[in-house]
Each structure stands twice: as structure tokens, then as C-alpha cells.
């Protein structure tokens, strides 16, 4: 059974910058399209990025496109999601999620859709407060 484990998660002021980090126990992440969700509190979970497996396809929510931008790191087998001018709205909890390779698709393209995604992480928290 695939591991996520995503890190990376603080306190940040507004305007500043976080890297968040997506990896994976026992298993090498190339092989799978890679997705960054969020959830507030109150609020249902969003989808914020993704990519696919072979990075030539990404895809970002409006409301953070522009500031986020995902990247894979192959030798280091981590998928990392850079955050910048952030907003008290980013305030979350942030999730990753992998899709499994069998699936197909996911080589190419990927979805901001939870459905889409067959493993998550169990979460990092993001706060933006002065």
C-alpha cells in the first residue's frame, strides 16, 4: 500500500512563502500523477493543483494560479508545491494525493477532482495570519 506523506505546512504572514512537500513510502512517485488539495475549516476540500506523472501536463485552481506552482523532483522522489504571496484565504489544511498507475490517464493528464485520486496524505497545516 502506497504511503503519502506530506510536509512542509506553518505559520506564515501574509505575502510570504511556503514549500510544501509531497513523498512517498516504499514507492517511486514518477510513475504517478500528483494532485495538491486544500480544506478549511467549514469548508469542502478544493483542488488547488495537479500534476502528471511524465510533468508535462499541470493544471492550477484560479484562485491560486499565478502564486502555486508545482514541480516533481524525480531524484529526490518528492513532488514539492511553492507557495507565494500568500493570502489569509490560503489558510488550510493541505493534502496530497497520488493516482494509482493502472488507472491509466495519469501519464499525461490529471484532474483537480478528488476522484481522481486513489492515495492521500494525512495533511499539513498551512496558516496565513499577521
Known amino acids: 500500500q502506497l504511503q503519502i506523506v506530506d510536509s512542509g505546512g506553518d505559520w506564515v504572514q501574509p505575502g510570504g512563502s511556503l514549500r510544501l512537500s509531497c513523498t512517498a513510502s516504499?514507492?517511486?512517485?514518477?510513475?504517478?500523477?500528483i494532485g495538491w488539495f486544500r480544506q478549511a475549516p467549514g469548508k469542502e476540500r478544493e483542488g488547488i493543483s495537479c500534476v502528471s506523472s511524465s510533468g508535462g501536463f499541470s493544471s492550477y485552481a484560479v484562485s491560486v494560479k499565478g502564486r502555486f506552482t508545482i514541480s516533481r523532483d524525480n531524484a529526490k522522489n518528492t513532488v514539492y508545491l511553492q507557495m507565494n504571496s500568500l493570502e489569509r484565504g490560503d489558510t488550510a489544511v493541505y493534502y496530497c494525493?497520488?493516482?494509482?498507475?493502472?488507472?491509466?490517464?495519469?501519464?499525461?493528464?490529471?484532474?483537480?477532482?478528488?476522484?481522481?485520486?486513489?492515495?492521500w496524505g494525512q495533511g499539513t497545516q498551512v496558516t496565513v495570519s499577521s
Open positions: 516504499g514507492f517511486i512517485l514518477d510513475n504517478y500523477a
Open positions: 494525493a497520488a493516482r494509482r498507475p493502472s488507472k491509466g490517464l495519469g501519464s499525461v493528464v490529471c484532474q483537480r477532482r478528488d476522484d481522481f485520486f486513489d492515495y
